[in-house]
């Protein structure tokens, strides 16, 4: 094993002249690195059409690649939607070409104009549009963009 440790202020390398960082490592004396280790538990997945998708403790896709539309249908089953409508459909498609052009939650009204439905069609359709965010496939929202879900004007 390759490790690094400080002496005195200067870098002592284990061989070679190569050094690594070890992320979550500490040194005790002159001992090899101590690693932290993480809790293990068991990360919810869902299946969909033979093959399987991971999602995060909260029900956010792992990876946004991963979605299609057997994935959205899976996860608004887990997240107590009814059924994919096509108006619903619409909202999610273009939530997530929106996110994918500008790396950010649209604007709800400009969802519903978009689409070309009532100007509330995000909290009629979905309820909870961060039901709607999650279906879409899309990474878990920063505080800031909860905030603004939750009729707080984006301030937390």
């Known amino acids: 094993m390759l490790w690094q440790r400080r002496v005195s202020g200067k870098s ?33 997945v869902i299946e969909c059409g033979g093959s399987k998708v991971n999602l995060d403790d909260e029900g956010y896709l792992m990876n946004i ?14 997240e107590n939607v009814e059924e994919l409508t096509k108006d619903r459909m619409d909202i999610i498609k273009f939530m997530r070409e929106y996110y994918k052009r500008y790396n950010f939650f649209p604007i709800l009204d400009g969802i519903c104009k978009n689409v070309h439905q009532p100007k509330d069609c995000v909290n009629v359709q979905f309820i909870d549009p961060i039901k709607a965010w999650k279906i879409a496939g899309l990474p878990k929202p920063n505080e800031q963009v909860i905030g603004y879900l939750h009729g707080e004007g984006g301030v937390v």
Do not use: Q
């Open 12 to 44: 002592m390398n284990s061989r070679r002249g190569f050094s690594l960082i070890l992320i979550g490592a500490e040194y005790y004396g002159n001992s090899a690195p101590k690693i932290f280790s993480k809790r293990r538990y068991k990360m919810p």
């Open 65 to 78: 690649n991963d979605w299609n539309e057997s994935v959205a249908c899976a996860i608004a089953e887990r």
